[in-house]
């Protein structure tokens, strides 16, 4: 059974840095799983953020930023906004069963 | 202007059948894969199914695959999911979202539509 972990929750000060990762029971997170990354306030649907790694949609803020890190996949939030307080899923790509998998997502507290 | 509105939710008893439709506009549909997500109460998302632009391909998660089918009428620019041997763990939100063009996600989201399995 494939796993994707996130942290549960993290909580960061306005104006910081924070990074969330990604990881799957399968190994090392790589390109090869175009890793997606969905914002998701409550009540509200999700919002799509970062695609095949590192690429934002048109209306992603540029504070919002995608990458690789030590096996995992990682979004980092950089000048955080009390608004940034959300949800965040990450979404893998398993192109051998051709499927998907989410993360059981992290929790942002701005605080 | 880019849109997904779901529909076709609703109570349902345990063991019944339902079908979701998904109306779009804004895109040119048959030229992207086609999702559905859901949400249970209170918790993550999980991915359900995709269908390629054409109909032809599709997949599924295994906790539906056999119960759940997916498809579209890409005259009518419209994603179903037809949902049978319903069980209470399907209860959920239900979202569709249009599928990125030249990679392996999702763009655009509608704000879905609630189904509840219940007796």
């Known amino acids: 059974q494939t796993v994707v972990t996130q942290e549960p929750s993290l909580t960061v000060s306005p104006g910081g840095t924070v990074t969330l990762t990604c990881a799957s029971n399968?190994?090392?997170?790589?390109?090869?799983?175009?890793p997606n990354w969905f914002q998701q306030k409550p009540g509200q649907a999700p919002r799509a953020l970062i695609y095949?790694?590192?690429n934002k949609h048109s209306w992603t803020p540029a504070r919002f930023s995608g990458s690789l890190l030590g096996g995992k996949a990682a979004l980092t939030l950089s000048g955080v906004q009390p608004e940034d307080e959300a949800d965040y899923y990450c979404?893998?790509?398993?192109?051998?069963?051709?499927?998907?998998?989410f993360g059981g997502g992290t929790k942002l507290t701005v605080l | 202007e880019v849109q997904l509105v779901e529909s076709g939710g609703g109570l349902v008893q345990p063991g019944g059948p339902l079908r979701l439709s998904c109306a779009t506009s804004?895109?040119?549909?048959?030229?992207?894969?086609m999702h559905w997500v859901r949400q249970g109460p209170g918790k993550g998302l999980v991915w359900v199914s995709r269908?390629?632009?054409?109909?032809?391909?599709?997949s599924y998660a295994e906790s539906v695959k056999g119960r759940f089918t997916i498809s579209r009428d890409n005259a009518k620019n419209t994603l179903y999911l037809q949902m049978n041997s319903l069980r209470d763990e399907d209860t959920a939100v239900y979202y569709c979202?249009?599928?990125?063009?030249?990679?392996?996600?999702?763009?655009?989201w509608g704000q879905g539509t609630l189904v509840t399995v219940s007796s």
């Open positions: 979202a249009r599928g990125v063009r030249g990679s392996y996600g999702t763009d655009y």
């Open positions: 804004g895109f040119t549909f048959n030229s992207y894969w």
């Open positions: 269908v390629s632009g054409d109909g032809r391909s599709t």
């Open positions: 399968t190994g090392a997170v790589t390109s090869d799983y175009y």
């Open positions: 095949s790694t590192n």
């Open positions: 979404m893998l790509f398993y192109g051998g069963v051709l499927r998907w998998e």
